[in-house]
């Protein structure tokens, strides 16, 4: 009887030991690892390459961590990963630091309205009218006569930081109706709202469109919001899918990265609906 | 007594486990203070309360609206929620055929069972546009109180029903004798009788509802601002928790964990609360 309860101790202290922190890819062992942090945009692409360069490479153990483009770079400067996952760019301080920004792949943030919103499209100024509230009825930007509801991205997402970096405004000017966290809610959200304006990443809405649910990518400043026009650089609301390292990269880390970049790997961006790079790697 | 030895050993083990039960809150509490101690020391607990919004990011961080949010949602859903489930438990045991008994009870059950984040789903693709038609944009307070309601209420119904159940079949013999009809028998001698048990669904409803996040999550707006109406977005604490956590800096999450501890502080007001109550309905009854 003793022995069980013992047993059972024995269990729950074990179940207690926190998790080894991120190690590194230092440690003495046979099995070499690679730790990725940061950026819940581009944890799911990384783990597909990070499978396939598994498969490649015995013996390596690529584990990814997400938690926001910050911790990405916070770890990558702090050493708790290899590499950090960054979907920005780099502000200056941070490069000041020492870090490296290295894209592996570009996105897109869209405006999408509901299918049966004729809207075309909005320009930089109308939209900061829209999201600052001085405009409050669809006919004031072109649209039909009937209230916006304005989605808005949650703080420290970093859709919205790229969001404001294109409107120059700040997070504190924005008069929302609907605050949102992943893409996937709130493209459910203007789907099921007729009046509803929201931004999301475009290969996702894309995706999402194409299977029939009801919502339409609108142009910015007359440029389409497509696949494309993020490809060839002409779209304006576009970010680079970054991996952010200390110094240059080395050993493991840079096979990675290097992987990670090149044409191998274009089936697996396509695939999570972002743009490969152009063959010139940018 | 024929096995002491056996008897000490589980002694031991109950003591251990009761002590572990306690201990995990006391940890619980202890862990949310610690990591919200950096931003209660560096913005003061008075800026949770007086700052002009909740910008964590900018360096705003109002609390108020998520608190009054929280609140407003619990209590409304609380409202809706109890006389349904306590008359839902009425009405199985004292007016439903036996037939049928069964059936009702194991449905209550199954609305128990629901996942939270289906409930959530449903609230956002079938409530929030049907609102939306009364007056966009549909994710509200209405909803969070609507989807909210729904959750808890098979809490209420089950225990209520437990409670009813529980009433001295001798005092509902006397009521029969005293020649009282169903319904003065019932708001008579039952509902005084079980009014306890009945507190305790409320209560245990009540804790359900503050701390619910994915469904309020997905109906509520999620906009930090004081509602002015049923139609208004609200956030509340845990959703609040939920949104930003995963991409909060370090003062930021610091401040995230304040907004922990401000929801375990209701829960333990709640709590106090309903067993005082209970206390001194049972004292009187």
Not at chain 1, 81 to 87: K, L, N, P, T
Not at chain 2, 126 to 149: C, D, E, K, T, Y
Request: positive net charge.
């Amino acid at each position: 009887m003793k022995r069980v309860f013992l047993a059972i101790g024995m269990l729950a202290l074990g179940a207690c030991r926190s998790k080894d922190p991120a190690s590194g890819s230092s440690g003495p062992e046979a099995e070499r690892k690679l730790v990725l942090t940061g950026s819940s945009t581009i944890a799911p692409l990384a783990s597909e390459i990070a499978k396939r360069f598994e498969a490649k490479h015995p013996g390596v153990r690529v584990d990814i961590q997400t938690g926001g483009s910050a911790r990405g770079i916070s770890d990558a400067l702090a050493g708790l990963a290899d590499i950090g996952m960054a979907s920005r760019e780099l502000n200056p301080d941070e490069a000041a630091n020492g870090l490296t920004a290295i894209p592996i792949a570009k996105d897109g943030i869209g405006l999408i309205v509901h299918r049966d919103n004729a809207l075309l499209g909005l320009t930089r100024q109308q939209l900061v009218s829209v999201y600052t509230g001085q405009v409050t009825n669809w006919r004031q930007v072109g649209g039909k006569d009937a209230r916006l509801t304005v989605v808005n991205k949650a703080e420290g997402r970093a859709t919205l930081e790229l969001f404001l970096h294109f409107t120059g405004l700040k997070s504190t000017d924005i008069q929302a109706s609907v605050v949102i966290g992943d893409n996937a809610q709130g493209i459910k959200t203007v789907a099921g709202n007729p009046d509803a304006i929201g931004y999301v990443s475009i290969g996702t809405a894309e995706h999402d469109a194409s299977l029939g649910t009801p919502i339409r990518l609108i142009s910015v400043d007359g440029v389409a919001a497509s696949l494309a026009t993020v490809g060839d650089g002409t779209f304006p609301m576009s970010r680079a899918l970054n991996l952010v390292v200390k110094g240059q990269p080395n050993g493991l880390a840079r096979d990675f990265i290097e992987y990670s970049r090149s044409a191998e790997v274009h089936d697996l961006v396509k695939a999570e609906f972002f743009v490969p790079l152009g063959p010139t790697g940018t | 007594m024929p096995h002491p030895g056996r008897d000490r050993a589980l002694l031991w083990t109950l003591r251990l486990f009761a002590v572990s039960s306690v201990a995990i809150v006391l940890l619980v509490v202890a862990f949310v203070s610690g990591e919200s101690a950096p931003a209660l020391a560096e913005v003061g607990p008075v800026r949770f309360f007086s700052d002009p919004s909740w910008h964590p990011a900018s360096g705003f961080f109002n609390m108020v609206p998520m608190l009054a949010g929280t609140v407003l949602v619990s209590a409304g859903a609380l409202l809706l929620a109890a006389p349904l489930g306590v008359l839902s438990a009425i009405f199985l045991q004292f007016y439903a055929p036996p037939a049928l008994r069964s059936y009702w009870r194991n449905l209550i059950g199954l609305l128990a069972g629901i996942p939270s984040v289906v409930y959530g789903f449903w609230g956002l693709v079938s409530l929030v546009p049907l609102i939306n038609r009364l007056h966009p944009p549909g994710q509200s307070l209405l909803a969070g109180i609507l989807v909210l309601a729904l959750m808890v209420l098979p809490t209420i119904a089950l225990l209520s029903d437990a409670a009813l159940e529980s009433v001295p079949a001798h005092y509902l013999r006397s009521a029969a004798a005293l020649g009282l009809s169903r319904w003065g028998t019932v708001s008579g001698v039952v509902l005084p009788a079980a009014r306890g048990g009945i507190l305790t669904g409320v209560a245990l409803a009540a804790a359900r509802a503050v701390g619910e996040t994915m469904a309020v999550l997905m109906v509520c707006g999620n906009v930090v601002r004081m509602p002015e109406g049923l139609f208004d977005p609200v956030r509340t604490l845990t959703a609040n928790i939920a949104l930003e956590m995963a991409y909060a800096g370090s003062a930021h999450r610091s401040a995230l964990f304040v907004s922990g501890l401000a929801l375990l502080a209701i829960v333990a007001l709640g709590a106090g609360f309903s067993e005082a109550a209970r206390r001194k309905v049972v004292a009187n009854g």
